[in-house]
């Protein structure tokens, strides 16, 4: 059986070559319907890939902020951080209270600084980045160390004034810059500290007592609550789900939603589009294709019979149209990756100044022309059965018959 394929292959494979304008007809054929489809599809792919991934790195689209305030205890955090799909939380304080006073020996400016508790797995900071740590480290905005002329490693006056008993107070803390964070994590003057530092200041302010800085007041509160907290989603997916349950909780929050849903409807939508215009083409090709190797078997009904003759028999001709019609896939899928390449590349030459340094507007991937292969592959032999079927009904009679 082996022997009478391989025979089969190379007759089919030589008749190929040997009719080599309508061969080439055929894979020009193929590539005029699966090049476009490879650039219209890499123009989606590339266009709404970028957008999905942009709201995918960028932590801002993962924040959950909730509407007002409220009173959030320590427990009632720690359940919602042990959720699957919450990747980091921290709480928040006052706003009023959450500001310092911040001087520099290499400034003359003082800058107030509004300050966000930080902790480990901060979408905001770079994994790599220093925490600020304890009660004298702080990670800067960028806004804020180009004010106050600041490297990592500098010594900062931290200063903040209250009026308790009747008197009016003010401390000064020397604080560390252990880091600078990206532009795009903070565009206002800003500084990430850790919470103990964050609620020793509420403490300050609000008149209680912060024994390790040596700030007297009031005994603290034991019981203390939030009113407020800064939380991220694992990832963009969970930010619905989320949304959802504070809802049930009858806790307001502010998303990005909306901006999400948008860009997968659109994700969704343009997917559908594409499929219907490649389901149409592809069917429409593999009956063109069909067709002609219909008509092919029919010119060549002399040349099989006596194939059948010489004693190959009808599932080896059936084989016959299939092999020619896998060459034709396989060539015109490379034609129209050549295309397609060539297509690409001015595309993206086009738009490189609108577009940030290693992005693309059209691209596909390694699995994608895998994709285009098999399913260029699968149409050619569906459309080669017919040709099969035909070729399957020529009898060895009819060699005999124009001898």
Not at 320 to 331: G, I, W
């Amino acid at each position: 059986m082996a022997g009478s394929w391989s025979k089969v292959f190379r007759l089919a494979s030589r008749d190929y070559v040997h009719e080599w304008l309508m061969s080439g007809c055929f894979v020009l054929a193929l590539a005029a319907v699966l090049g476009p489809m490879m650039v219209l599809f890499g123009l989606k792919f590339g266009i709404v890939g970028a957008m999905v991934d942009e709201l995918i790195e960028n932590p801002l689209n993962r924040e959950i902020r909730p509407v007002g305030s409220g009173y959030y205890d320590h427990a009632w955090l720690e359940s919602v951080r042990a959720r699957p799909d919450v990747a980091f939380l921290v709480p928040r304080t006052r706003s009023i209270a959450a500001t310092i006073e911040l001087s520099s020996q290499h400034s003359s400016r003082i800058v107030t600084v509004e300050l966000m508790a930080s902790d480990h797995g901060d979408p905001l900071l770079p994994q790599d980045s220093p925490l600020p740590e304890g009660t004298t480290r702080v990670v800067l905005s960028r806004s804020a160390a180009d004010k106050l002329d600041v490297a990592p490693g500098d010594i900062l006056d931290g200063s903040l004034a209250r009026r308790f008993r009747g008197q009016q107070e003010r401390v000064h803390l020397p604080l560390s810059v252990a880091a600078i964070a990206p532009a795009q994590a903070f565009t206002r003057d800003g500084a990430f500290v850790s919470l103990t530092l964050l609620e020793a200041l509420e403490d300050f302010r609000d008149g209680r007592a912060v024994p390790p800085l040596g700030w007297e007041g009031e005994p603290a509160d034991a019981n203390r609550t939030y009113p407020g907290f800064r939380l991220y989603a694992r990832t963009i997916y969970d930010v619905e789900g989320l949304r959802d349950a504070f809802a049930r909780l009858n806790v307001d929050v502010h998303t990005r939603s909306a901006e999400i849903e948008l860009v997968q409807r659109m994700n969704r939508n343009l997917t559908a589009i594409y499929w219907a215009i490649a389901i149409v083409g592809l069917v429409g090709f593999s009956l063109s294709l069909g067709a002609s190797l219909w008509a092919n078997i029919d010119r060549k009904r002399k040349e099989l019979s006596v194939l059948r003759l010489v004693g190959f028999r009808t599932a080896d001709i059936v084989w016959f149209p299939m092999v020619q019609a896998l060459f034709t896939a396989v060539l015109g899928w490379a034609l129209a990756v050549a295309i397609y390449l060539a297509t690409a590349l001015v595309i993206n030459d086009m738009l490189a100044a609108q577009l940030e340094t290693g992005q693309q507007v059209c691209r596909l991937l390694p699995w994608h022309y895998a994709i285009a292969l098999l399913l260029t592959c699968t149409a050619a032999v569906l459309a080669a059965g017919l040709a099969g079927l035909r070729s399957a009904r020529v009898e060895p009679s009819e060699g005999l018959r124009d001898l």
